[in-house]
Nanobody, 121 residues
Framework: VQLQASGGGLVQAGGSLRLSCLAS??????MAWFRQAPGKEREFVAA????????LYAESVKGRFTISRDNTDNTIYLRMNSLKPEDTAYYYC?????????????????WGQGTQVTVSS
């Protein structure tokens, strides 16, 4: 099973980016995005279940970020609007084969390599 994230880059504050994560070799009941800034711990960003019936967001991104998935090609997306410099981090996609949506990174089984998002002020 592999998760491959893409779509990161450099953007000005207030701008938008869309991250993609292609899952290959298996299916996931839950997929999520986490991020890690230099010198900080990894933190939860957003997660959703296979059907899209349950979505969770970190308070810091609510109203600005939207998680979605396309089950036809096993891809999840993170649409990020109104980006702020504090959103600068390495963004990782992750998945768990079974279980419910959770914000705990210890509950996820597979991790992608991540993609860098840099927001300039």
């Amino acid at each position: 099973v592999q998760l491959q994230a893409s779509g990161g880059g450099l953007v000005q504050a207030g701008g938008s980016l869309r991250l993609s994560c292609l899952a290959s070799g298996g299916t996931f009941s839950v997929m999520a995005w986490f991020r890690q800034a230099p010198g900080k711990e990894r933190e939860f960003v957003a997660a959703m279940d296979w059907r899209g019936s349950r979505k969770l967001y970190a308070e810091s991104v609510k109203g600005r970020f939207t998680i979605s998935r396309d089950n036809t090609d096993n891809t999840i997306y993170l649409r990020m609007n109104s980006l702020k410099p504090e959103d600068t981090a390495y963004y990782y996609c992750t998945g768990r084969r079974r279980g419910l949506v959770t914000t705990s990174d210890r509950e996820y089984d597979y991790w992608g390599q991540g993609t860098q998002v840099t927001v300039s002020s």
